[in-house]
């Protein structure tokens, strides 16, 4: 019985939490498409305030999981949820903090990688690696002429690490299922975060470097908080060993 209460409690507050998240995420949003029309605007305070409060909301639900993949693997999640999480303070501030902003993203998808590494080896499947960087490689060589000079190094190092990230993540998943990994579903989680972190950017990109996008804010912010969303949630470990030594069907089964 107390077990079975342990159980409802844990589900009602992750229920919370993704309630808080959402609403989080959806006053960032409203707040961002108001600030882009009106800079000025005192509803800016909506979107300074809820913009980085989803992201650590987020990092919640990977600090929170109680049967993590493996220690090391949450420690570097949340690392990279945290660099993140300074990467959208430095893009929202008044200014040009756009290079800060890319290192602290950066830096960010590094620990994602480190992650990834835990349990799986770099360029298990190449032909996913090459795939990714080569998504990479097209959006940059697009928009390689609107790029500014002093920002083309600082990209191309974004854009490799961001294509390693994402390349990692489809091999890890890829190479699970191969085995029959009992961690399939979180590694699919994993590569499902990535692959909405590089369309995220992409539209970042392109917004940023090539042409306003029409109700760029919306499209942006929401494919990045449902990445950080998956990746946060691949922490979670699918099956556990119960005391018996029996397999019970983790959080997210």
Not at 53 to 65: E, G
Not at 66 to 95: E, K, N, Q, T
Not at 169 to 177: D, I, K, P, Q
Request: aromatic residues 10%; proline residues 4%.
């Amino acid at each position: 019985m107390v077990a079975i209460r342990s159980r409802i409690t844990r589900r009602a507050g992750a229920g919370r939490l993704t309630l808080a998240i959402v609403a989080a995420a959806a006053m960032a949003i409203a707040g961002g498409l108001v600030v882009a029309h009106d800079p000025a605007s005192p509803w800016r305070w909506l979107h300074w305030a809820c913009k980085p409060l989803a992201t650590i909301l987020i990092l919640a639900v990977a600090w929170r999981s109680r049967w993590p993949v493996s220690r090391r693997y949450r420690r570097w999640i949340l690392a990279g949820i945290a660099c993140s999480l300074f990467g959208d303070v430095f893009l929202m501030l008044p200014g040009d903090l756009f290079v800060p902003g890319l290192l602290a993203f950066l830096l960010g998808h590094l620990c994602f990688i480190a992650a990834l590494l835990s349990d799986s080896r770099f360029g298990a499947r190449p032909r996913l690696l090459l795939a990714s960087l080569g998504y990479g490689a097209v959006n940059l060589a697009l928009l390689w002429d609107s790029i500014g000079a002093p920002l083309r190094m600082p990209v191309i190092v974004y854009v490799l690490v961001l294509a390693c990230m994402g390349g990692q993540a489809l091999a890890r998943a890829r190479v699970f299922a191969q085995r029959g990994d009992a961690q399939l579903a979180s590694a699919r989680r994993a590569a499902v975060g990535a692959m909405l972190f590089m369309l995220s950017d992409s539209l970042l990109a392109w917004n940023r470097f090539h042409a306003a996008i029409p109700w760029s804010g919306l499209w942006v912010l929401s494919t990045y908080y449902l990445a950080l969303w998956w990746i946060a949630h691949s922490v979670q470990r699918d099956r556990i060993l119960s005391k018996a030594g029996t397999i019970e069907a983790g959080a997210f089964q």
